[in-house]
């Protein structure tokens, strides 16, 4: 469940929150149409004006003037940078709606070693990894390739699609939201019985702990 209480619908006031929940949560429906919980869309109705200010920013990508395809290679790979499966999941399907190729979809998660991607599109691919997995450190070379393909206005707003959608990604992580409700990944595994506190250091130095 998600982190942060969902609003009912019958609590839900503002116009721009119901237009968006009677379009997406169909009645009977469970979920959207994506196969996601859809409980982005009641989380985020605690308060209209952030629920606002997000659905702007979504509206944004639609009036870009970059290349569709870019712009989910840069969403698709923030999210599988930034290890949130709803982010990921999403932008996979609507590369898959622009027409890429299946196998291309696929190596988004290991494009540093496939030769299925054009120099621009590996720049966009590492330039994502830059601002994600290196919080903007951008080496000249990564942005020289951008810089030879694309005009400033359209690097700039790679930058601040990509970087909006790493935020849905961290901030999906952390409420639990749609695909990223799931337990943590990184837990103890427990010995065998018997183990007890027995201290591992003797097995792998054949000596007594001091």
């Known amino acids: 469940m998600p982190r942060l209480r969902q609003v009912p619908r019958e609590e839900m006031t ?30 985020f109705a605690l308060d209209p ?5 997000c659905v702007k920013g979504f509206q944004l990508y639609r009036e870009s003037s970059l290349d569709p395809v870019l712009r989910e290679l840069g969403q698709t790979r923030a999210g599988w ?15 898959r709606a622009l027409g890429l190729p299946e196998e291309k979809i696929k190596a988004i998660a290991h494009w540093a070693v496939s030769d299925l991607f054009g120099e621009l599109e590996r720049a966009v691919l590492a330039y994502t990894d830059a601002l ?13 390739v951008l810089k030879r393909h694309l005009p400033d206005e359209q690097i700039l707003e790679l930058t601040y699609i990509t970087c909006l959608y790493e935020m849905h990604a961290t901030m999906a992580r952390a409420l639990r939201l749609e695909f990223d409700d799931r337990p943590d990944p990184i837990v103890e595994v427990p010995a065998p019985d018997g183990y007890g506190t027995r201290d591992i250091s003797e097995d792998l130095t054949g000596r007594p702990a001091t």
């Not at 994600?132 to 020289?144: I, Q």
Request: proline letters at 5%; one cysteine or more; glycine letters at 10%.
């Open 81 to 95: 940078a930034r290890q949130s499966q709803f982010v990921y999941s999403q932008h996979c399907k609507q590369l």
């Open 49 to 53: 004006a952030i629920f606002r200010h």
């Open 14 to 43: 503002d116009p721009v929150v119901t237009f968006f929940n009677d379009r997406l949560l169909e009645p009977g429906r469970q979920g959207t149409a994506t196969g996601s919980p859809g409980d982005w869309w009641t989380v």
């Open 132 to 144: 994600v997995l290196d919080g903007g450190r951008v080496h000249d070379e990564v942005f020289a």
